[in-house]
């Protein structure tokens, strides 16, 4: 009896060691590399372009080569008498399309946006979960710097992967050069690994913790099929030490960026409003008077603070 039950065992071992093999090489990698999109038209692009237009202001289009040589399509609202630039940084699963309707919400700054990676023009392009996405948000940055626009006035905004990649990139940004104006940040990713247990656990709920060798093995698969180390993509690390003043915003019943990941990035930045009910991205549109006056007030004192210390 003792046998069978331990030939029973190693079965059921080996079955499940199979199993997450077989999911982290095959069936998880797709899932992570090739996020959906959202499907929109270019007369949906000019609707959103259309309504934030306000008297005075332009759109100009550039392109860019962003993180892996990647081509990336940066439009930009100039603004009369704009205090600065805002740079919206979209989720996982969007496009710059469904974060630039924000503008309309800080009518006194400049808005760029762009899809990470090109993927809006080239969708067969892997997304990289903020591995080469931070190059990308770091190439926008640095253009802005050499068309003339101060560091002090350019201002991160970004939702669960955007919000995560503005810190990395912001990591980035700092061993060259000087802090930014500041960042405006929704739920953030805690590390790539934190992010895929999480968008797993959503699906298999608690049974989840048996998939933890497929996701580590999926991660690593990825990083090979994408040419980067899952290791370096942590904005819970990246956010160590940063000089850009970073204000947090989430929910405590998120479950796909939970509160407690967000937590560990506070210690680096004290400034985070946590919002009860608020799920994923909802937590700003339930604080009063929305994410505008949270941001908004932000805005100001960072401004502020900017002109007191300008020689």
Known sequence: MRRLVGIAFCFILGIWVLGNLAVGLWLLPPMLLAAPLPPRSEEQRETVRRQLLTPGAQWTCTALSGGEGRELEVWRLHRPNSRGVVVFLHGFGDDAWGTLGRAAEVPD????????????????????????????????????????????????????????VALLALSDLEKEGGPLGGALLECPYEDIHEAAKNH????????????RPAEWVALRRAGRLAGFDPATVSPVRAAEGLRTPIALVTGDADPETPV????????????????????????????????????????????????????
Request: hydrophobic share 45%.
């Open 260 to 311: 407690a990941g967000v937590a560990r990035i506070l210690r680096h930045n004290p400034d985070l409003t946590i919002v009860p009910g608020a799920g994923h991205c909802q937590a700003s549109g339930k604080l009063p008077g929305g994410w505008r006056v949270w941001a908004g007030a932000r805005l100001a004192k960072w401004i502020r603070t900017a002109e007191r210390e300008r020689p």
């Open 200 to 211: 797993l656990k959503l699906a298999l709920g608690p049974v989840e913790i048996l998939a």
């Open 109 to 164: 700054w400049d808005a760029v946006g762009f899809t990470f990676r090109g993927r809006d023009r080239h969708p067969e392009i892997p997304c990289t979960l903020g591995a080469w996405e931070r190059a990308d948000a770091v190439a926008v940055v640095e253009s802005l710097v050499a068309s003339g626009t101060p560091r002090s006035r350019i201002i991160l905004a970004g939702w669960s992967q955007g919000a995560g």
